[in-house]
């Protein structure tokens, strides 16, 4: 699916892409409206409801991905409730691997998420995949979400890549479809972002269901 000899770049989503997005789902979908909930002496129900309006209502923005942010405005310690529930962060299938064999054939391999610092910090702790990037890079040091092209050239800025050669592979067909305005050639969105949902019918995309699609050959 990939002609590797035209890769110097490769940039990796984390939520979603390298790891299961079952995770983060559970998490503000569940986790997070149960414990509101209890704190103010809501129904469940009626607590998602509140919930998810407001969460809808930042989707794209550098605030939505903020465990700060959310920290203050929903009056819970955020990155404390992630730790409740952190049995549920787990690594897409051949990830490690792919990883491997990406450095293995010569690539740059770069971690690119838009997840705050605290989430990312607590995954990666928790994954040990750390080691397996030369660099990681987290939107907020930005102030722009990749849904943004401008977050492109600043990342450009500070981790020089050709547009040419750098595949991308993310599952937001947001980000994906920014990657494009800016230039990047090679682009692969992924079919099952949460293993425990519906695998999606990707449109604009190729899309993969697992690393082992595109996996370097030596």
């Known amino acids: 699916m990939i002609d590797w000899k035209n890769i110097q770049s490769v940039l990796l989503d984390m939520d979603g892409t390298l790891l299961d997005l079952h995770f ?6 569940e986790h997070v ?17 509140e919930l998810y309006a407001r969460f ?6 550098m605030e939505w991905y903020c465990v700060d942010y959310w920290s203050r405005e929903l009056g819970l310690d955020i990155a404390l409730l992630k730790a409740e529930v952190e049995h549920l962060i787990a690594v897409h299938p051949h990830v490690p691997d792919f990883l491997a ?31 397996h990037f030369d660099a990681v890079i987290c939107a907020h040091e930005f102030g722009r979400p990749k849904e943004d092209p401008r977050f492109w050239q600043r990342l450009q800025e500070c981790e020089p890549f050709d547009p040419r050669h ?4 993310d599952d937001s067909l947001a980000v994906l479809r920014s990657a494009r305005q800016y230039g990047i050639q090679h682009l692969f969105a992924v079919a099952q972002p949460d293993t425990r949902g519906a695998r999606r019918d990707v449109t604009g995309f190729p899309a993969i269901n697992n ?8």
């Open 166 to 169: 750098t595949l991308l592979v």
């Open 24 to 29: 983060d789902n559970h998490f503000w979908l």
């Open 56 to 61: 809808h209502s930042m989707e794209g923005t």
């Open 211 to 218: 690393f082992l699609e595109i996996m370097p050959r030596t």
């Open 33 to 49: 409206p149960l414990r509101y909930a209890e704190q103010h002496g809501l129904d469940t129900e009626a607590a998602k409801a």
């Open 101 to 131: 064999a990406a450095r293995g054939a010569g690539k740059r391999v770069v971690l690119v998420t838009n997840a705050h610092m605290k989430s990312l910090t607590l995954k990666m702790e928790r994954t040990r995949l750390a080691g």
